[in-house]
C-alpha cells in the first residue's frame, strides 16, 4: 500500500490595513443614488445664485429686457426641487407637499412681478392668517403619529389658503362666491383753516385697506370708515402746525373690513409730509399741495404717487418695501431719482437719462439741473416694481 504524505499549505498572513485606511477609502468612493454620493444642495444653490445673478446684470445692462421680473421662478425651481426630498433619505409623500407649497409661494411672487396680481394680494393672505394654526397642528399630529400623509395634507392647506387669496379673495378676480361684510364704522374730522398757518408737519399712517392723501381747502380732515377707528389730532403753534392721523389697528380675519381713509391738507401751507402706507393700497396726490419733504414707507403694498410743483429742492425719501410704486411727475418739472441696490426694478420710459452712482441707478428727468427747484427722490429698494411716468 502506497502511503502518500501531504505537505501543509503555506498560507500568507492576511495583513491588516492600516487604521483608517478602510474609512478613507469609503468616503472617496463616489456615492450612486443607491447610496453614493452626489451633487447635494450646495451644487443647487450655486445654480440659483448663478441664474439670480445672470438676471440681475442682464436687467441692469439692458433695463428694457425687464428680466428681474422673472427672479420668482427662482423659488418655483427650489419648490420643484424640495419634491424630489433630500438625495439621502427616503422619498415621502410629505415632500411632495413642502414643494408644492414653495411653488405656490413662487407662483403669487411671479403672477405680482408680472402685473397679473396686485401686489395688495397679500391684504388678503394675511388674513388668513389662522390657517397657519391649522396647517401647524396638522404638521405636529402628522409627526407624532409618523403619519407622512397628514403632514402632506399640512402644506396642502397652505396652498389652498395661498390660492383662495390671490384667486378668490383678490378683487380683481371676482369670481367664486365670498361672503362681503359692510364696511367699518364711518368716520369724519375737520380744524378749519387757520390763517396764522404757513408751515406744517402732518404724519399719516394707514393699515389695511385704502389711503388717499390730497389737498383741500381745510387745515386738515379725515374722513371714511375703519372696522376699529381712526385718531386725528391737530396741534397749532403760531405759524406752525402738527397733524396725525392714523388707523388704530387691530386684529386682521377673513371677513375684517378694510379701512378707507381719505385725507386733505391745506394747500396753503408748506408741508413735511410722513406716510406710512402699511398693506394698503394708496394715492398720494401731490399737485395742488406744497411739499418741501416726503417721508414714504410703502410697507407691502400698491401705490401712486402724483407730484406737483417742487418746493426748492424738495427732498423725498421711500421705503420701497414689498410693493409696486408709480412716480408721476409734470413734464415740465425737473425731478431726480435714486434708486439702491436691491430686487426692485425700474421702468422709466423715454425722457429719462440713466446713470449710475456706485452700486445706486440714477434716473434724471428731460433737462434735468441741480439748481433751482426739483425733486430729489431717494429709493431705498425693496422687492417690487418702481414706475417713473410723466404727465
Do not use: C
Not at 441692469?60 to 426641487?81: A, S
Not at 390730497?214 to 402738527?242: I, N
Not at 434708486?339 to 434724471?364: F, H, M, Q
Request: hydrophobic share 45%; proline share 6%.
Amino acid at each position: 500500500m502506497e502511503q502518500s504524505t501531504e505537505r501543509p499549505i503555506d498560507h500568507a498572513p492576511e495583513q491588516a490595513a492600516p487604521p483608517g485606511t478602510a474609512a478613507v477609502a469609503q468616503a472617496e468612493q463616489p456615492v450612486t443614488r443607491s447610496g453614493a454620493r452626489g451633487p447635494g444642495p450646495a451644487l443647487w444653490g450655486g445654480v440659483a445664485l448663478v441664474i439670480l445673478g445672470v438676471l440681475l446684470l442682464v436687467s441692469q445692462l439692458v433695463p428694457e429686457m425687464h428680466l428681474w421680473r422673472w427672479w420668482p421662478l427662482i423659488v418655483v425651481g427650489i419648490g420643484i426641487r424640495q419634491m424630489f426630498g433630500p438625495r439621502r433619505s427616503p422619498w415621502s409623500v410629505r415632500h411632495l407637499g413642502e414643494g408644492l407649497s414653495t411653488v405656490a409661494i413662487g407662483l403669487v411672487l411671479l403672477g405680482q412681478m408680472l402685473g397679473v396680481l396686485r401686489w395688495d394680494v397679500w391684504l388678503n393672505i394675511i388674513r388668513l392668517w389662522p390657517v397657519l394654526l391649522v396647517s401647524l397642528g396638522l404638521e405636529i399630529i402628522g409627526k407624532a403619529t409618523r403619519a407622512e400623509w397628514i403632514r402632506f395634507v399640512s402644506s396642502l392647506v397652505i396652498v389652498a389658503a395661498l390660492a383662495y387669496g390671490a384667486l378668490v379673495l383678490t378683487p380683481m378676480s371676482g369670481w367664486p362666491p365670498v361672503t362681503r361684510v359692510p364696511g367699518g364704522e364711518p368716520f369724519s374730522y375737520v380744524e378749519r383753516h387757520d390763517d396764522r398757518v404757513a408751515m406744517g408737519e402732518a404724519e399719516i399712517a394707514g393699515a389695511v385697506g385704502e389711503l388717499t392723501v390730497g389737498a383741500g381747502d381745510d387745515l386738515a380732515s379725515a374722513e371714511g370708515s375703519s372696522p376699529y377707528g381712526v385718531t386725528f389730532g391737530v396741534v397749532t403753534s403760531g405759524r406752525t402746525a402738527e397733524v396725525s392721523v392714523a388707523d388704530a389697528g387691530g386684529s386682521w380675519g377673513p371677513v375684517t373690513p378694510g379701512s378707507d381713509i381719505a385725507v386733505a391738507l391745506d394747500r396753503d401751507v408748506v408741508w413735511d409730509l410722513v406716510v406710512k402706507a402699511g398693506v394698503s393700497r394708496y394715492e398720494l396726490d401731490l399737485r395742488e399741495l406744497t411739499v418741501s419733504s416726503l417721508d414714504l414707507e410703502s410697507g407691502v403694498s400698491a401705490g401712486t404717487v402724483t407730484f406737483g410743483a417742487p418746493e426748492d429742492a424738495a427732498r423725498v425719501d421711500i421705503e420701497a418695501g414689498v410693493s409696486g410704486i408709480v412716480l408721476r411727475f409734470p413734464r415740465d418739472e425737473r425731478a431726480r431719482v435714486v434708486v439702491s441696490e436691491g430686487l426692485s426694478g425700474v421702468e422709466s420710459g423715454a425722457g429719462w437719462t440713466r446713470s449710475r452712482e456706485g452700486s445706486a441707478r440714477v434716473y434724471e428727468s428731460e433737462r434735468f439741473s441741480s439748481s433751482g427747484a426739483y425733486w430729489d427722490v431717494h429709493i431705498e429698494s425693496g422687492i417690487g416694481g418702481i414706475t417713473l411716468q410723466y404727465y
